[in-house]
T-cell receptor, first 115, second 113 residues
Framework: DQQVKQNSPSLSVQEGRISILNCDYT??????FLWYKKYPAEGPTFLIS?????DKNEDGRFTVFLNKSAKHLSLHIVPSQPGDSAVYFC??????????????FGTGTRLTVIP | KAGVTQTPRYLIKTRGQQVTLSCSPI?????VSWYQQTPGQGLQFLFE???????NKGNFPGRFSGRQFSNSRSEMNVSTLELGDSALYLC????????????FGQGTRLTVV
């Protein structure tokens, strides 16, 4: 039962344009959401997070939007750069979590930024 | 500051064997979580250890077990290996009390033949 879903396995974007990666979740108890980036042969790297008390969080070129009523979040990368090409994982956590245990991950979206 | 270190990086085992994977967390981190990554399933939580105690467990069979030592290093053991256990096993460490951002190691690629 996949509680966090990334329905687009891949996305291609031109360099300089906006990349929008989407994520949906089913468990209304989730209260913290994270995005990770993963390069081949490396472990996932934390990118940005958002608490359910917010609807937007920005960090440089990366912005995460949360729509609780739709149980949907998205990651915007502006402008996209070739170095952003990687697999992006959405993850969710709930009030039961203490530390980074029991994160629920999506299946990932492979972003390719075309120079 | 050294990152999360997992050994070995690659492993090939035969069905029915057992395997032990090792993880050294970031210095000062006391929480270690293990995840399994397979194509199409994403990352799935196995278990978490904190202060040498298993604090949380995912939905995996009892063949998957782990432990944590007093220096926070953790090991994961899989017994009676099955072909479906072939996966990338990732270890993540975090600082107790912080938000649940986890720092992952590079993983151990296990292939069961």
């Amino acid at each position: 039962d996949q509680q966090v879903k990334q329905n687009s396995p891949s996305l291609s974007v031109q360099e300089g344009r906006i990349s929008i990666l989407n994520c949906d979740y089913t468990n209304s108890m989730f209260d913290y959401f994270l995005w990770y980036k993963k390069y081949p042969a490396e472990g996932p790297t934390f990118l940005i997070s958002i608490s359910s008390i917010k609807d937007k969080n920005e960090d440089g070129r990366f912005t995460v939007f949360l729509n609780k009523s739709a149980k949907h979040l998205s990651l915007h990368i502006v402008p996209s750069q070739p170095g952003d090409s990687a697999v992006y994982f959405c993850a969710a956590s709930g009030p039961w979590a203490t530390g980074a245990n029991n994160l629920f991950f999506g299946t990932g979206t492979r972003l390719t930024v075309i120079p | 500051k050294a990152g999360v270190t997992q050994t070995p990086r690659y492993l090939i085992k035969t069905r029915g064997q057992q395997v032990t994977l090792s993880c050294s967390p970031i210095s000062g981190h006391r929480s270690v979580s293990w995840y399994q990554q397979t194509p199409g399933q994403g990352l799935q939580f196995l278990f978490e250890y904190f202060s040498e105690t298993q604090r949380n467990k995912g939905n995996f069979p009892g063949r998957f077990s782990g432990r944590q030592f007093s220096n926070s290093r953790s090991e994961m053991n899989v017994s009676t290996l099955e072909l479906g256990d072939s996966a990338l096993y990732l270890c993540a460490s975090s600082f107790q009390g912080a938000a649940p951002e986890a720092f992952f190691g590079q993983g151990t690629r296990l292939t069961v033949v």
